[in-house]
């Protein structure tokens, strides 16, 4: 929906992504194993929910309502009930109405959604976050967990790793639909990484992976699924990280702003956000992501916006197939011809339709719920030339934000300019 009340983003806060790989990640090999712990999951909330406060110069009393976007506290953390958990960040937020937003992958951007509507029922400033810890079980139940995310009791057996095997299905599809390989997405898992690679809260900051490194076979990257059909294609490179981190925004209409105590004039306004939803574990068509283009063209219409008009863009690439499908769906190329925009160097910093500057979900990380959140704090602070090393040399006014919830079952789509 385009908002009637101006929305506009005015700060936020961020954790590092972490996880296996992160030089600061404790395991059982890190030095510190023992000594230190990861930070929980209320850690990173609290951590989040306070520096976005102070990133705009407010106290938190000054916050009339909050969201939590997150997937799988139960699972993960033991621990539901999370808007409580936010409200437990500062005195300042007793009384004030909190709530957690579930939609898989797509929590942080429903969250932002719900923060969007609150605006346009009244709210003037609005505390958005989006939390996730997943690193506290193994893989493969991990995994399993995650798979509540696909329609569990009809495609959970496709393969222990659900997920992945999902996505592989899609690859097939695709490469076999187009005439190319899977090696054809390595360019880009290679940009992902490279542009991770200069980010300081990047998941896989240290990791260097070349386009050919992407593309082979290999000990280091194996194709290691179960279901003999889909094992050859998709590589651990393919995929997204497991993380743990939060990332907060804080929301205003025109009287918040100047509640404010600092940042109004950085403020990057919400032009539509639009949420679609298909029916789960029924993809029509596994070649295209029919739900994210419907979100798209919702939002393109209600703004008058077109794919040319976006200047940066935060796309959902829980696997390199992904990257490629949400650039089509969102109008950047022709259905076909994702993989070739990283290959042409189309969506690097130096493109012209950069993409997932600090490395997206396969460099940056997925902690799931803040996903959604992270995309649009992105975004403000590419506009503001906030960004460090990967700034753009130009900054950019206008962007798109695109976060999907399972296989492409739920997706936000959230349009933003800086005036």
Avoid at 151 to 156: A, D, L, N, T, V
Avoid at 272 to 288: E, F, H, I, K
Avoid at 300 to 322: L, M, P, R
Avoid at 372 to 386: A, D, S, T, W
């Amino acid at each position: 929906m385009k908002p009637n009340r101006r929305v506009t983003v005015a700060g936020g806060a961020i954790t590092p992504f972490i996880g296996k790989f992160h030089p600061d990640f404790i395991w059982k090999k890190h030095p510190d194993f023992g000594v230190k712990e990861n930070p929980s999951l209320e850690q990173l909330l609290h951590r989040v929910a306070l520096g976005a406060c102070q990133d705009v110069g407010i106290d938190p009393a000054v916050v009339d309502r909050g969201y939590v976007g997150n997937f799988v506290g139960e699972l993960f953390c033991h621990q539901g009930h999370l808007g409580a958990m936010a409200a437990a960040a500062h005195q300042g937020f007793l009384h004030t109405p909190f709530t957690r937003v579930e939609g898989a992958c797509a929590s942080g951007g429903l969250a932002i959604a719900a923060g969007v509507d609150a605006i346009q029922a009244g709210a003037d400033v609005v505390l958005v976050t989006g939390v996730e810890v997943q690193t506290t079980y193994n893989a493969k139940d991990g995994a399993d967990f995650l798979a509540r995310a696909a329609h569990y009791s009809q495609e959970r057996s496709i393969d222990p790793f659900t997920f992945p095997a999902m996505f592989a299905r899609r690859t097939q599809a695709y490469c076999q639909k187009y005439g190319v390989a899977p090696a054809a997405l390595a360019a880009i898992v290679a940009k992902a990484y490279s542009n991770a690679n200069r980010n300081p809260n990047a998941h896989m900051r240290s990791v260097t992976l070349t386009e050919q490194q992407a593309a082979e076979t290999s000990d280091n990257n194996p194709c290691f699924l179960d279901n003999e059909s889909l094992n050859p294609w998709l590589r651990l490179s393919d995929c997204s990280q497991v993380s743990d981190g939060g990332c907060a925004v804080i929301l205003c209409s025109d009287e918040g702003l100047q509640r404010l105590g600092q940042g109004a004039d950085r403020a990057v306004e919400i032009h539509a956000c639009a949420v679609s939803c298909g029916p789960l574990g029924q993809v029509p068509d596994y070649t295209r992501m029919d739900v994210t283009a419907a979100a798209a063209s919702s939002a393109y219409s209600c703004t008058g916006w077109n794919a040319k008009d976006i200047q940066v863009a935060e796309v959902h690439d829980c696997f390199s197939i992904s990257e490629a499908l949400m650039c089509e769906a969102l109008g950047f190329c022709n259905d076909g011809e994702g993989t070739q925009l990283a290959a042409e160097g189309a969506t690097s910093l130096q493109g012209p339709i950069p993409v997932n500057t600090g490395g997206g979900l396969m460099g940056f990380g997925h902690p799931v719920g803040a996903t959604g959140v992270k995309q649009v704090y992105e975004l403000y602070r590419q506009m503001n030339g906030l960004c460090g090393d990967y700034q753009l040399a130009t900054s950019p006014q206008r962007g798109v934000c695109a976060n999907m919830g399972g296989d492409d079952r739920t997706s936000v789509v959230t349009l933003l300019e800086k005036n």
